[in-house]
């Protein structure tokens, strides 16, 4: 697909910058994120986020059953001159339920990729794979190891939860309009046996450990009680392992 060939479809429509809405135009990477799909749970699939629809054609073309979420309405309509089965909806206010498909393909909108994939990890035990292309900075934090800048809890937090991989980079020229940052396309599904069980509480605590980046164990975890930690209190926690982290975590909680 052209960017004239876009164009032609949406005429004089402006795409929502706040919404950060660009369109993917290589067919070819569309094609490979298609492939990229397997064992799916009888070949449903739910898509955030489809645009013109150009992913969404070769699932379809593959045999499977899509369901998708478009916020914008002139997408909406368009889909559905395709034949497309789509819900005209925020996917952050959609409430879900459990007649939704298992598995989540999308192109997310920069501006909310992180609270869509928050969103997705709240509802994991229904929403329990998932493709995604999002910023590669965003990509690169989900799947971070310690002592780099992009260690964080959030690192921590989708690796304890998901086994994940990343597939590919896109480059801006394969989207239009042009966005000014690397996209990549990431593919996870949830890990059957954590190291340990994700409540709010611990997600808590790793917000707890991570709330003054630069400053020791000792000045984040004020509020716990910290006298038997075996692990150096002088230690920051982005050079702490998740198995440090999950060790520290039950010293001072149980």
Sequence with gaps: MKVEDIKKIIGDKHLSKSRGQILLLDENIAK???????????????????GLGIITGYLLDMGYKVAAVEIDKDFCKILRNRGIDVVNEDFLKLTIDSSMPNFVLGALPFSVSLRILLKLKDYRNHFYKWIVIIQKEVAER???????????????????LYEMNIAFDISPNSFFPKPEVTSTVIKAHLNKNPVIEVTKKFERFLQDIFRFRRKMLKNNLFDYNI??????????AESLSIDEVVQIYKEVTM
Excluded: H, M
């Design 32 to 50: 490979r994120i298609a492939y990229l799909i397997d064992n799916v749970k009888d070949n449903r699939i739910l898509e955030i986020g489809p």
């Design 227 to 236: 006298k038997d930690i075996s692990i150096s209190l002088d230690r920051r």
């Design 142 to 160: 989900l799947t971070s190891k310690p002592n780099r800048k992009s260690y964080s809890s959030l690192s921590i937090l989708f690796q304890i």
